[in-house]
């Protein structure tokens, strides 16, 4: 058992299991018949799943960033790839060891500034002051670059190349193991960071296990990737296969966990940067506000989890910085614009009227009935989700790369998530639907001001004017 916190109670473990790049829909839990995530759903179903849950961000650096800070990609500063943690930032790190933790980082950061380079052996270690503030560190900035499933290559808190054997899930896996075996006498912090599902950029293909792309070749494919052109009848069971190996690990790890006498005494989260709509929205993966891009399978036990069942209340990767924290009993900064969400668990499921304690020494108001979406890299793009629209908008004369945020914004998409769940059907510019896209662009604008701190012009579409649905021409699938 560990020391006692502040508050008197035993301070628990936490280990994070953050997979890269995965949709919501892998689970069965979400309506995926292949079986991929039972260890997944066993989680889910002793501790707190999380189905609506999303990032806030769908590119992998600034939702690492949002996930690391419990800010968003705005405040961060970090709202493309490329742009390192701000000096002095608090992140999940430095909090941790301020409560007497002891934090360990594994696999990709992406958060470290370091130069892209398709050489492996030309790859830079993250520098000591760009670690977030972990004190063990097996990581790589950019993992997609300096390693391949077959050849996992990390560097180690002493900036030493560590190459580890075994496909690349297993060999961070196997790092984890050892960690936790190494200070299972003492309370520690892991984030274990995964890059599969990712593609592997230097071939844009899905490296599973060998033989596990050939299970689920012909298998089911999502309604959003049957309808529209994209690159899911190629990809899809390789990705599938490295998702299945992932959760083989995670089984991996809850058994390490038990086999210590630890299981009880850890907090265990299972969640995604982003998701992957194969090329479907535009020209590549994410970088989208359809729910292929944000929404990600979320489950967390343990203790203050177990037992907490299915919590329908819309959450955001902010929140999970402030709930790690609040379940360690360690006090929120209050820098930190997310809400834990253990105060949901504690009043039931439903989240409404719950005054919720969000910043330290605060009281916020009830738990919000959306989530906001900022968009980079693609495009400069905002997008607000209730549990049955989404709507977005997008500046169309801003340069994606080297700005974050517009004065104007013009409609883009509204969606009815309960008649079409797979956003396949845009009504932004039906005339029956412009009271809804009204009220959406108001709620929209209210989440722009309190987080952005302005608020911006959008330019309602004309009827007629939208041209649905963007199909992805085949030229484009490879590119």
Known sequence: MNKPNAAGAAQPNVIVFFTDQQRWDTSSLHGNPL?????????????????????????????????????????TGCYRNGIPLRDGAHTLATEFNTAGYHTGYIGKWHLGGTTPNWDRDQQEPVPP?????????????????????????????????????????????????????????????????????????????????????????????????????GSAAKHVAGYYGMIKRLDEALGRLLETLASLGLEDDTVLLFTSDHGNHFKTRNGEYKRSCHDASIRVPTAIQGPGFDGGGRVEALTSIVDLMPTLLDAAGIPLPASVSGRSILPLLKHGTDPAGIGMASREGRTDSAWPDDVYVQISESQVGRAVRTRRWKYSVVALDVDPVSESRADRYTEECLYDLV????????????????????????????????????????????PGAASGQRVVLPEEIDA
């Open 129 to 229: 002051q760009r670690r977030g503030g972990y004190r063990e560190w097996l990581a790589a900035d950019m993992l997609e670059f300096a390693s391949d499933a077959y050849d996992t290559r990390l560097f180690d808190t002493d900036d030493c190349l560590v190459r580890l054997p075994g496909y690349r899930v297993d060999a961070l896996t196997d790092a984890a193991i050892r960690f936790v075996d190494r200070h299972q006498r003492e309370p520690f912090f892991l984030f274990l960071s995964f890059l599969e599902p990712h593609h592997q950029n230097s071939r844009d293909d899905y490296p599973a296990p060998r033989g596990y792309e050939e299970r689920y070749r012909g298998g089911w494919i999502p309604p959003d990737l049957q309808h529209l052109v």
């Open 419 to 462: 008649s079409d769940p797979y956003e396949l059907e845009n009504l932004i510019d039906e005339p029956a639907y412009r009271r809804v896209a009204e009220r959406m662009r108001v709620r929209l604008l209210k989440r722009i001001m309190s987080i952005e701190g302005e608020v911006p012009e959008i330019i309602p579409v004309p």
């Open 35 to 75: 079986d991929l995530m039972p260890n997944f759903e066993r989680m889910a179903f002793r501790g707190t799943h999380l189905p609506h849950h999303f990032t806030c961000q769908p590119v992998c650096g600034p939702a690492r960033a949002c996930f690391q800070t419990g800010r968003y990609a705005t405040e």
